[in-house]
C-alpha cells in the first residue's frame, strides 16, 4: 500500500510540473527566440498552404486521366475477348492479331493502374499536407499562450 502512495504522488507531481516544463520560453529574453520560431513557423504555414492549394487544383486532373485510362482499358480488353473469341476457330494470323491486342489490353490495364497510384499519392500527398498545417498551427496557437504568458508577467 505504501509503494502505491508513493507511486500516486509521484504521478501527481508529474501531472502538476507537465505544463511547466512544455512552455519553453518563459522570460522577457525569450521573445527574441519566441518570434523567431513564429515567423519561421508562419512562413511554412503559408508554403505548406500553397502547396495545398497546388495539390487541390492538380487532384481533378488526375482523377480525369483515371477515368479515360479505366476507359481505354474497357475497351482493349472488350476488343481483345473480341478478337480472342475470332481467333479460336481461325487461322494463325487471326490467332497472332488476337495475341497483339491481349498485348496491348495488358498494357492498357497497367496504365490505368499507374493513373489510380497517382491518383491516391496526390490524394496522400494532400491529406499530409492538411496534417502538417494542421500541427504547425497548433504550436502557432502554443506560441500565442507563451507570448501572452510573457507580457503578462511584464
Known sequence: MNKISQLFYVVVLLLFSMPAFSQN??????TVKLNKEFVNLSNDVVQLNARLAIAKNNLPG?????????EDAAKAATISSNQAA???NGTVRAAKMAKRKAGKSIGEAKDARSAKNKLEDQENKITRYQLDIKKKQQRLEALEVMRAAIHAKL
Open 86 to 88: 475470332k481467333a479460336t
Open 25 to 30: 520560453y518563459k522570460t522577457a529574453k525569450d
Open 62 to 70: 488526375y482523377q480525369t486521366k483515371l477515368r479515360e485510362a479505366n
